[in-house]
């Protein structure tokens, strides 16, 4: 394979999976997720992906029309939990809440869903005991989070992706924004002022005052996650019109930010199956339901009937 963007490791690597073709040419796109490299390398309809250890690469993934083979893009269903946590400015995110719990899933063969979770939901804790939903972060960090969500949805989640506000919005605005159609003009939360109606690209602060604002809202918290999906299919729309060559660069810049358990391999393979899923498909929900007490008088959202339903109907990876 002649390549461009990749080395001669890589070229090799490439040449195996093109053994007994006649030159094709291929073009790479190389970025890092958490120390790793990773890499995306696109011939015609074709896409190799690829993680690197020192000068070695190996494939992990893809999806080759040209040689009839089928895609590699793990084994589904697959979910990932998106935890924006509620650390301020310069603060750590150890200790703080799950101020966003969106849960995405992947079947791995074309279907998606997007699954909002507010953060009142009474669940049991990663040490014991019950509280809101989002506490299990402050207890058991993305792992107690992960674990607490999949304590009350019943769904096996792979891993977790978490960033407090200033890791949001730097992430957003290196992006280049969010291009997004806002149905009625809002009062972003956190002093962002009015984000008006219509089509228009969130800067990072008016993606998180967008995120986080529920006072002004009829449905409180519920529409608050309902917006939170908004902003995860928003963003998928954005980086699938960029190509899946685009996947590497926005996983550095996510990884600048984000703690995660997720491997590189983990990543790459989710990002790209994700990629490859028709935006306008995706289901989407926020898991509603009633309002309670706790034994101590906390208030706490008990899900419906129809949200346990939708938990067990995601569980195949699609809503």
Sequence with gaps: MTLEGGDAAMEAVLASVYAGRPAVEGSATVGTWKGEKVAVVTSSDDATLLVGAGSAWSVVGGWWPSLSKPAQLGTGPRHVLVIGSDARVGEPLKGTRGDTLQLVGIDTVGGAGVMGLPRDIWAEMPNGGHAKINAAFAFGGGKGQQQAVTGVTGIPIEGYVAVGFDGFEKIVDEAGGIPITVPKALRGAGGVGII????QVLTGAQ????????????????GRSRHQ??????????????????????LT?????????????QALTWAAAFHKVDPTKVGRTVA????????????????SAQSRAAFVRFR???L
């Design 196 to 199: 008006g109606a219509g089509a």
């Design 207 to 222: 993606a998180l005052g967008y995120a986080r604002e529920r006072k002004t809202l009829p449905d409180g918290d519920f």
């Design 229 to 250: 999906g908004d902003l995860i299919l928003a963003a998928a729309i954005k980086a699938r019109l960029e190509g899946v060559s685009s996947v590497p660069a926005h």
């Design 253 to 265: 810049t996510v990884s600048r930010y984000a703690d995660t358990n997720l491997t590189a391999a």
């Design 288 to 303: 509603t339901g009633g309002f309670g007490w706790s034994k101590d008088r906390q208030s706490i959202v008990i899900p």
């Design 316 to 318: 195949s990876g699609r």
